[in-house]
T-cell receptor
């Protein structure tokens, strides 16, 4: 079955550590996105990528980094520069030709900073 | 201009009742308005969507009503069931753009 796989589902991090969240899709979608979800704030865009080796900052990119070396993969690194990293992180994709808002989401990764 | 305002923040409905969630937007360039359903610990899933050239779209028990002049749209869940208990997000996007703007979400609880 096609879909988006995010790992790990739960992650604990000590302050000052970088962590990387994995996102893999087998939908053959070109566009991939990372969103952050906090209670009562909806989903906020961190980074997006339309094609391999290209990505753009979203609304809250500070303290995060991404790479897009393969079409299927779009990992997100939460760096120590992110001041409040505890959140639910969602990876999404979108097929070429579809409406921008027609997103397929993974099941998310919950990051907790200890 | 880029915001989508969603209300109410939470909603409790009796089984069999109608759940209504409202959203408002400012940017008239938005041309696609999806609704997403999210269960606890899961990612959101596209539920139903509408374009501004129609005033209503119905899929099963779920209906979107769209008022272009008022820049408002709403989700109606008819015959609400306990299995509908979830968080619902409205959203808006622009064709050819790269961003989808989400509302803050509504937590729906359907009492059995």
């Amino acid at each position: 079955d096609g879909g988006i796989t995010q790992s790990p589902k739960y992650l604990f991090r000590k302050e000052g550590q970088n962590v990387t969240l994995s996102c893999e899709q087998n939908l053959n979608h070109d566009a991939m996105y990372w969103y952050r979800q906090d209670p009562g704030q909806g989903l906020r865009l961190i980074y997006y990528s339309q094609i391999v080796n290209d990505f753009q900052k979203g609304d809250i990119a500070e303290g995060y980094s991404v790479s897009r070396e393969k079409k299927e993969s779009f990992p997100l690194t939460v760096t120590s520069a992110q001041k409040n990293p505890t959140a639910f992180y969602l990876c999404a994709s979108n097929r070429q030709g579809a409406n921008t808002g027609e997103l397929f989401f993974g099941e998310g990764s919950r990051l907790t900073v200890l | 201009q880029q915001q989508v305002k969603q209300s109410p923040q939470s909603l409790i409905v009796q089984k069999g009742g109608i759940s209504i969630i409202n959203c408002a937007y400012e940017n008239t360039a938005f041309d696609y308005f999806p609704w997403y359903q999210q269960f606890p610990g899961k990612g959101p899933a596209l539920l139903i969507a509408i374009r501004p050239d129609v005033s209503e779209k119905k899929e099963g028990r779920f209906t979107i009503s769209f008022n272009k002049s008022a820049k408002q749209f709403s989700l109606h869940i008819m015959d609400s069931q306990p299995g509908d208990s979830a968080t619902y997000f409205c959203a808006a996007s622009i064709a050819g753009g790269f961003k989808t703007i989400f509302g803050a979400g509504t937590r729906l609880f359907v009492k059995a």
